[in-house]
């Protein structure tokens, strides 16, 4: 490693005076083709002085990196020109071009592009593109799929081979635009009425359980279709009918429709409002303005056949619906809820190694799995996506977010007590460097549960009852004795508890390492991903996650008091723990001020609503309590404890296990009213509509 950071500190450290030659045909204006002839022409600045040596490296690093990524050796320094063939694993991104005396790092002889009058390297490279594959034929050749336990590979839409599992897992095919799909080799075929996107898909698993209705639709958003005609939505179905508006407008697939023309989305159906009475168990997500249905018309000519409702379906699965089902003639779509309201403090874990962008091939591989500049344009950008759903401040009802980033050392980029606001917070997450070095797993979680979740750095203290989650972001196995194991289990053992969620980019992380640093059950809290340029796809399923992980209540703990602010339709989530096995719990809630309540508990579903509980207590209004009392014999996680606030008053509200033992351990959420639908929950087990 050393040698190659003293490749670049001695560039930088020279004038283009001081080089020996000039590199005359290369500027930050110079594109190149991975896997083509790259020409290069130098001239020697002095040539009334004689060189102290007759050979030359040519050393191709990617811009803003201190690693060579390739070179040719021993080049005739008198010939002023050479023409080497570029290896075809070079992703598309900007690089420079170096060249040193043969063999000698320390000696840079001449560098390109240039960095101008300002000596600053970072502002300049040469742009190189990688064809790649350019059909899904291409992946039979068995080396591009060298790796994988398949040897049936798709092309993605940056042109790599990838193993056919992942493309209807993203639908990222080279050709999306045109309306390709994944082809037949990779087992899929076409859609028949019925059949969801993803394969086989449950939706309450992809966009949660149907929590409440929504009886006023003031709280929704209004769209227009094509026609003018207005409909309600939640934020979130908004944009990704917006999205998928655009996507039709400018997609190529419905200029070869029979006599041409261009295509308008059609919305059928969004919210629809509820009757009266509602039935447990009830999965209808028009009542919450979750669910689109819809189809497109075509300007001048005839359209609307199945193969052309099939493209629609899979280009709103690429326009970020989570949940897609063709219906023959028309198509239905669903997403999750949306910005999260509730109270986090949320902390990100982020990998900050060389691997992460290093594009180096291994042995027998074709081409390797870093991307120059993934680090800060996928990686830091899916960050600032995630906390851009939250309401970030300082707060006692808002969320504080920390980041701390690892690789040979580990850095806490800011504490909570620093996120004064969402654009600071942004602004933060910018000025993050790319570390680069090795993956010490162990330290990163180490610095963050000794020093980031402390109330000194403003994680708030459990009598808060604000939770508290970390996100950890990684793309390989951790070093030797750097593993994760033994500082996951000292994290989840932290009172107050810390909700884990881990994801793993690419081919390199170990799932068993993955496992371990997540919370319980791993289905809900490990994410795989196949690059960073499809980790924005899981978003949302993060949010969902993170916003509504429990406050936890051991049985046995001492008495806690905890003031959240609930708004009007939305939820406080608790999960109490049966710590000595009594079989049976009793939980009062009684409620005060000026509203009212109602309380669901659930053995089974992580977030309990109206429509999926074992018990529940509805009409709790100010000044009177109720009692919920539920087994956990059959279940030591213990059960979980959902509070809904009913009214635009507000009501402060009470919980207290009252069998258990002694002494009681007692919460208090406040509800208010809140001009917007509150989130959603998370992935739970529980059948489609």
Known sequence: MKWALALLLCAAAQTVQGWDLDITNIDESTTAEADKDFTITWTIKNSAKPLSYSLIDIVILAKDSTIPLWQQNNVDVNLGTATPRLPEWLPTAEYWVAIIEAGNFGNVVSFAPRPGSTNDYSKYGFSLTRAGCQSHADCDDVRYCKGFPSTKCYCDTNRFCWECSECTKSLDVFDI??????????????????????????????????????????????????????????????????????????HSYFGTLDGGGSADLEIIKTYETPPITISSGTTNYHYEGRAAEFKFVCSGVSCGKSEDMITLAWLAYASGFEFVRYEGDKVYASVSHSICTRPTDLVFLIDSSLSIEDPRPASGDIYGNGIPGDFKAKAMAFVKEIVSLFDVGLGDEQTRVSITTYATDTTVRFFLDESTDLATVKSKIDAIPYDRGFTRTSDGLNKVRTEVFQEAKGARAASKGIPRVLVIITDGASNTGYAAFGNASLIHAMDPPVKVQAIGVGRGPAVTELNAMASDPDSENVFKVKSFSRISDIKDKITGVACEAPLELVCGNLAKTASLQLPESTFGYLRIMDGNSYGTVTVEISASGTGSVNAYASSEYETPGPFFFTEKAEGIAAGTSKTITISTASNLNGFYLAIQGTTAQAADVTITVQQCVAPSTTTTLKATPSPSPGPGPGPSPSPGP
């Open 177 to 250: 635009g045109d309306g390709g799909a994944c082809p037949s080799k990779c087992g899929a075929s076409a859609l028949q009425s019925g059949d969801t996107i993803p394969a086989t898909a449950v939706e309450a698993d992809e966009i949660g359980l149907t929590r409440d209705v929504i009886r006023n639709d003031a709280l929704l958003e209004t769209i227009k279709d094509y026609t003018g005609t207005e409909f309600k939505a939640t934020e979130r179905l908004k944009q990704r009918l917006s999205a998928l508006n655009t996507t039709l407008a400018s």
